[in-house]
T-cell receptor, first 113, second 114 residues
Framework: AQKITQTQPGMFVQEKEAVTLDCTYD???????LFWYKQPSSGEMIFLIY??????QNATEGRYSLNFQKARKSANLVISASQLGDSAMYFC??????????FGTGTRLQVFP | DTAVSQTPKYLVTQMGNDKSIKCEQN?????MYWYKQDSKKFLKIMFS???????INETVPNRFSPKSPDKAHLNLHINSLELGDSAVYFC?????????????FGPGTRLLVL
């Protein structure tokens, strides 16, 4: 079974608008971490934001926020005030009891003027 | 200063050759990883090392051998390269290998096997 599911292969958003990238996860472990990474066309993997399973508040980092709904097992990334430089692949990932990150298939975001 | 660095950035080679990719981190982290990103952009862990000790060894052909001379370095050696090994290989590191520790990635090495 897929541990991390990103159902949107591609998304378009206009500059300055907000966009939500979906991520659902599957685990029976009460302790886990959820991460979002950005991969621009240049190829590097850039860490954006983290949410722990015990965190009560949604994580925020600048224009990025993570909409964490534990009961629904979803960890959507919200990007506010989109910029052209936000065009990239976005990966959701989870870490359970092992050291490894399990990644979703990614969502390609295109920001247009 | 680069936190996690990899060399080379690009690697083009013939089938059957042996090649190495080097990774270094200057973050003082205890744990280092190798991930493979295939042509469909799917990322999957290959190995992890904590303080030079192998922790994770996913189902990877034994032609791939990681080596960690010290906790700041994790190299990947690949024997008898095959066409299917063409991919982007990412090195990453994190502190202490805990659930809540962020993994920071290197820039990737794009391997093309002809």
């Amino acid at each position: 079974a897929q541990k991390i599911t990103q159902t949107q292969p591609g998304m378009f958003v206009q500059e300055k608008e907000a966009v939500t990238l979906d991520c659902t996860y599957d685990t029976s472990d009460p302790s886990y971490g959820l991460f979002w990474y950005k991969q621009p066309s240049s190829g590097e993997m850039i860490f954006l934001i983290y949410q722990g399973s015990y965190d009560q508040q949604n994580a925020t980092e600048g224009r990025y926020s993570l909409n964490f709904q534990k009961a629904r097992k979803s960890a959507n990334l919200v990007i506010s005030a989109s910029q052209l430089g936000d065009s990239a692949m976005y990966f959701c990932a989870m870490r359970e009891y092992t050291d490894k990150l399990i990644f979703g298939t990614g969502t390609r975001l295109q920001v247009f003027p | 200063d680069t936190a996690v660095s990899q060399t080379p950035k690009y690697l083009v080679t013939q089938m059957g050759n042996d090649k190495s990719i080097k990774c270094e981190q200057n973050l003082g982290h205890d744990t280092m990883y190798w991930y493979k990103q295939d042509s469909k952009k799917f990322l999957k862990i290959m190995f992890s090392y904590n303080n030079k000790e192998l922790i994770i060894n996913e189902t990877v052909p034994n032609r791939f051998s990681p080596k960690s001379p010290d906790k700041a370095h994790l190299n990947l050696h690949i024997n008898s390269l095959e066409l299917g090994d063409s991919a982007v290989y990412f090195c990453a590191s994190s502190q202490a290998g805990g659930l809540f520790e962020t993994q920071y990635f290197g820039p990737g090495t794009r391997l093309l096997v002809l």
